[in-house]
Structures are given as structure tokens and as C-alpha cells.
């Protein structure tokens, strides 16, 4: 009997961990498309090491399975034939395919006055790949220390990425267009006192949206909607992730509770790139690190099951962990968190919050309370 042909198109953390879910089954041969001309990589390297000048780009490579790895970027599938169309114009068939291409930077209105020049310039960029990474270690190395640092966005790569620039000595300047950023993420008591911390160690512009960029000789000047002047050495653009799946996607896949793509049978996804159908947590993403590698371990058995090669897995339900260091204070988190949540504040001093739904407690948030969510993670979306 001819052996499953399962394709994997991603090599971060969602598509390696599916890979190696897969990859000891009789069977079942693999193959890991990632990116052409790029070696795989540790994004969650990417702010805290490479950028920074901890780490160089070498070592933030991330260990592949003993699959094979195919570096040609995925760009049509084609559903019907069940076939993946790659940048170099070959194609690879497949039984089952597992999308795991994650996602991009959301990035600014490229209508912006000034926006090109100052991205020529490499006085602008964002921070989500590693040729990011080293765009900005070199800026920093040339510019005068402290550098200045812009960061558009307050999300937790924005606020971590503060916090790493500061303790590194140098001035960060955060602009948001929300008043009051990461409530809907993060809820309203969290993220009001992640923005405490940001107002003791940074200048903070909030309700503010970029109105022009100019380069000015070595410096980029940012002009806002209220006309504030700022100047910079560098400008980063930290505004949130989105989907980005091959075409006939182009964007988010979206997926059943068990992580199949909706009206694509044999297809699968994992991690940044999926949007999430539940019954009882509704519709959801999530776009971190360990999330996408449990994420895929969980699509390659639901794989394995649709094949008749292991049991039901069960609906994929958020469990994992992540954390952020924020200035001298971690926030550690786990599972579902967002808008349809209900808050309970379990303690303020540290703050230690449950968030449920329909009175199920589906994630857990703590400032300097990791225990406190560690501790909750196995009660995760059980009804008491």
C-alpha cells in the first residue's frame, strides 16, 4: 500500500511540531515547505535576542525534524487536485496538507506621507522577521547611544520590545491610536496596569495615529494627527500580526474545533495563520509561540484520525502558557483571553486574574504571578 503523502507548508513552531507529530507513524512520509531563500527561525528570538545584539541571527536558528525541508515559498493550492503550486513553479501533490505559514506584520497605510522614503531609509521597519531583526541592530549599533526609538502600537510585542530597548539604555518613545491599548486583548484591569508600568519607564502618545513621515539627514521625524513633532533614530511599526496563507486563502484559514479548514476536506491549520471555530469559545486567533506548536501537534492527530491511523484527539481547546518580561515585572498568561471573556480579579497585589466563559474559566492572567496561572492551566475550560 502506497504510504500518505501529508505536506506541510510552514517551518515555525506550529508546522515543526506537526511535522514531528507525524513523523515516526508507518505510513506517512512528510515534507516541510518553508520559505524560500530563509532558514527557519525562533520568532520569539527575534526582538528578545537578534535585535538587541544578545544573539546573532545564527543562533536563533530553530532545529528542524528529520523530515525533508523544502525552501520554496508555497503560493496556489489547489483544492480539487490537491496540489501546492511553489515559488519556483514546481508543485507537490499531497493526501492531507497542514497549512502552518503564520502570519505577516500589519503594517501602515501605505499611502502615508513620507512612508517609502523613510522605509528606504531603514529608518522604518517592522520587527516580526529576522532580516527585521538585524535591520534594527544595525541601526542601533550606527546611532548614538541612547538611540531613540519610536514604536507605533502598544501591543505585547510593542510593550516587551519597550522594555528591551529601555533596559538597554535607550530612549523608546510609544504611540498608540487607542486610548487605552490592549483591552480587548487582554482585558481592561491587565491592560491598564501594563500601561502604569509603561508610563514610569517611557514617553507614551495615546489616541495618536501617524499623520507624515519625513527623513531628516540620519533621523526620521514623525509627525502626528494633532501635529506633534517627534524625532527619531529609528521608527517601529508594532501594530499586531494577520493570517497569511497561500492563495486560495490569502489571509486566515478557518477551521472546525478540531483544526480542519472549513469546506477544504484533507486540509488542515495551525498557529497564526488559522482563525478558530469553537461552540463554546466562538471565533478566535491566537499568534504566539507555544499556542501555534501545540496547535500543530494537535492538526497532526486530528491528520492521523481523519486517516485511520489514531483516535479522536477531541476539540482543540488553548491551554498553553506564554510570558512577557515588562521592564522589571513578568506577565504570564494562558489559554483563551479576549473580548467575550469575563474578568475576575482573584488578586490585586499581585495581579492575578481568571477570565471565563458561560461561567467556565478559559484562560488565566498574572503580573508577577506565574504560579498563579501555572496553576490554572489544568482547570482550563473544565466546568466546575
Known amino acids: 500500500m502506497a504510504a500518505e503523502r501529508i505536506v506541510i507548508l510552514g517551518a515555525g513552531a506550529a508546522g515543526v511540531a506537526a511535522a514531528r507529530g507525524l513523523n515516526a507513524v508507518e505510513g506517512i512520509e512528510v515534507d516541510l515547505v518553508g520559505l524560500s531563500r530563509e532558514k527557519p527561525f ?24 528529520d523530515v525533508p525541508l523544502v525552501a520554496d515559498t508555497a503560493r496556489v493550492v489547489d483544492l480539487q487536485a490537491r496540489t501546492v503550486e511553489l515559488e519556483s513553479g514546481a508543485t507537490m501533490d499531497f493526501d492531507a496538507l497542514i497549512v502552518a505559514t503564520g502570519s505577516t506584520p500589519r503594517r501602515l497605510d501605505p499611502e502615508l506621507t513620507g512612508l517609502n522614503a523613510a522605509v528606504m531609509s531603514q529608518r522604518v521597519t517592522t520587527l516580526h522577521s529576522m532580516k527585521d531583526a538585524v535591520r534594527v541592530h544595525n541601526v542601533l549599533v550606527r546611532s548614538p547611544c541612547p538611540a531613540r526609538i519610536i514604536l507605533l502600537g502598544a501591543g505585547l510585542v510593542a510593550a516587551e520590545t519597550s522594555s528591551l530597548l529601555s533596559r538597554a539604555g535607550h530612549d523608546v518613545v510609544i504611540v498608540s491610536g487607542s486610548t487605552h491599548p490592549g483591552r480587548t486583548a487582554l482585558g481592561p484591569v491587565t491592560a491598564d496596569r501594563i500601561a502604569e508600568l509603561h508610563r514610569t519607564q517611557v514617553s507614551m502618545y495615546l489616541g495618536r495615529t501617524a499623520r507624515e513621515i519625513a527623513v531628516v539627514e540620519d533621523q526620521v521625524e514623525l509627525i502626528l494627527d494633532d501635529h506633534t513633532r517627534l524625532e527619531a533614530d529609528l521608527i ?6 494577520v493570517p497569511a496563507a497561500p492563495a486560495p486563502w490569502n489571509g486566515a484559514v478557518e477551521t472546525d474545533d478540531h483544526l480542519r ?31 501555534a506548536a501545540a496547535q500543530g501537534t494537535h492538526a497532526a492527530l486530528t491528520v492521523l484520525h481523519d486517516l485511520g491511523k489514531a483516535p479522536d ?3 482543540y481547546l488553548p491551554r498553553s502558557a506564554f510570558s512577557v518580561r515588562l521592564y522589571d515585572q513578568t506577565l504570564t498568561g494562558a489559554g483563551h483571553i479576549g473580548p467575550t471573556t469575563t474578568t475576575h480579579v482573584a488578586s490585586v497585589q499581585p495581579l492575578s486574574i481568571v477570565h471565563t466563559q458561560a461561567g467556565i474559566p478559559v484562560g488565566a492572567l498574572g503580573l508577577e504571578s506565574g504560579r498563579f496561572v501555572r496553576d490554572w492551566i489544568p482547570h482550563l475550560h473544565v466546568r466546575a
Open 42 to 65: 525562533n520568532r520569539t528570538l527575534v526582538n528578545k535576542g537578534v535585535a538587541t545584539g544578545l544573539l546573532e541571527p545564527g543562533q536563533a536558528h530553530l532545529p528542524q525534524p
Open 236 to 241: 517601529i511599526v508594532a501594530l499586531g500580526t
Open 261 to 291: 479548514a472549513l469546506g477544504a476536506p484533507r486540509v488542515y491549520a495551525a498557529g497564526g495563520v488559522a482563525v478558530h471555530h469553537h461552540p463554546g469559545l466562538g471565533s478566535y486567533r491566537i499568534d504566539h509561540w507555544a499556542e
Open 313 to 315: 484527539p477531541g476539540a
